[in-house]
């Protein structure tokens, strides 16, 4: 064995023996998962991230959009119950319908997504989705996945030259481990959502709501191939599965304090 493969492969041992004692659970789910990074690195990276977000993105100037999700930002978090995040709710002016939680708590709601929305609980569901991701640690896992891909790739450099095997190799380790595990994510995130948002004291129907109404407007084709290679769920999938998670969300709702049931109506236009 010449010295790139010892090194390979002592490299893919360590990694092996740190995965071992790298699997915890994602909270509420129960989820085993794999971590090779640690929460503060987590962290500073969705730090440096936001940083940038804000010198690259237009910051709302809306008072009212950004007091809204300020509070509703807030009760979620209160929910979530993560002591050493350190939380940061913004308004971004841009058309897509998105929003994001960056690892730490950095949380970004688009203004698009905003002028979808009929009330102050589909907001509350939007932004849980999104902590969901952040409280799983979603972000760490996927750089899990990409540095065992990685080394994966470099191993099967050093025992076969074939181009088409190792194209081959990229296709289907994509296709097969990192695109499928997102929408594990995604699916993932929304059980999180619907009870984050119901522990917060928001109807967590709302959530289900919001995606029909969403769906009507811009939502998935169906088509196997989208399904195939969609980094998200399809919205009939995610409805389906969050009609079935909802009575467990519902008992978190029930035994909630405070209850603000679907919360103020909204009209962003």
Known sequence: MNTGKRILCAAAAALLLTAASACQSVPYTGRSRMLMTSES???????????????????????????????VG??????ADCPNFSWEFLVFRNPEANAFCLPGGKVGVYT??????????????????????AIARHGGERMT???LQSIGAALLSETTRNEQILQAYGVVSNLGVILPYSRKHEHEADTLGLILMAKAGYDPSSLIAFWRNFSKTG???????????????????????????????????????????????????
């Open 41 to 71: 690195y987590e962290t500073d990276s969705g730090k440096q991230a936001w940083d940038e977000l804000k010198k690259t993105e237009t910051i709302s100037t809306d008072a009212t959009a950004n007091a809204l999700v300020a509070r």
């Open 74 to 79: 807030k009760r979620i978090a209160d929910a």
């Open 112 to 133: 698009g997504i905003l002028s979808s929305m009929s009330c102050e609980a589909e907001l509350a569901g939007v932004i849980g989705h999104e902590v969901g991701h």
């Open 145 to 147: 996945q990409s540095l």
């Open 219 to 269: 939502g998935s084709s169906g088509s196997f191939l989208e399904k195939f290679l969609s980094t998200h769920p399809l919205d009939s999938e995610r409805i389906s599965a969050m009609e079935k998670q909802l009575p467990e969300a519902m008992q978190y709702y029930n035994r909630a304090k405070n209850k603000y049931g679907k919360g103020e109506s909204l009209s962003f236009r």
